[in-house]
Structure formats: C-alpha cells, structure tokens
C-alpha cells in the first residue's frame, strides 16, 4: 500500500526496507523492474541482506555495513567475489 502512495504522489524519495524478502526470484525481478520504471527519477535508498536485490541495475552505490559501521563501498562491480555483503 505505501509503495502505492509513493507512486502516485510521485516521491521523490522512497525508502525500501526488504522490499521483496518475501517473494520468489520471479516476482522480485517484475517487482524490481517495476520500481525502477516508476521511481526512475527519485532517489531510493534500498536496505537488503542479500546481493541479488541490488544488483538489477539501478543502483548506483552500494554501502555495506556491519554492527552499524560502513565496511564497504561501492558499485555492483567494485564489490566483487570478496565482498562482506
């Protein structure tokens, strides 16, 4: 429902915590191509424990923290095999 709002007040900042943890691979891409189509000019701030929901292209930093600290930075790319995420 919020993200209805969102869409229809034309936010421009959405705030999307665990936006799709509860759906299968399938439908989070549908969901995340959705997003990106309709928030394409607004700044959202994803929050995930898991790689693959960021990793549609859209975003374009990732920060990783752990115990409230930042441990890494980057894009997609930059974050590689070794990454802390």
Known sequence: MCVVRAV?????LVILDEA???VD??????VQTLLASEFKTS??????HRLDTLTDGSVDRI??????RIVEQGR???LGENSQF
């Open 63 to 68: 920060i990783v923290m752990r115990e409230g």
């Open 43 to 48: 700044t959202m701030l994803k929050i995930a």
């Open 76 to 78: 997609v790319e930059d």
């Open 20 to 22: 799709t943890a509860h």
């Open 8 to 12: 229809l007040r034309k936010s421009k």
């Open 25 to 30: 691979a399938d439908t989070e891409k549908k």
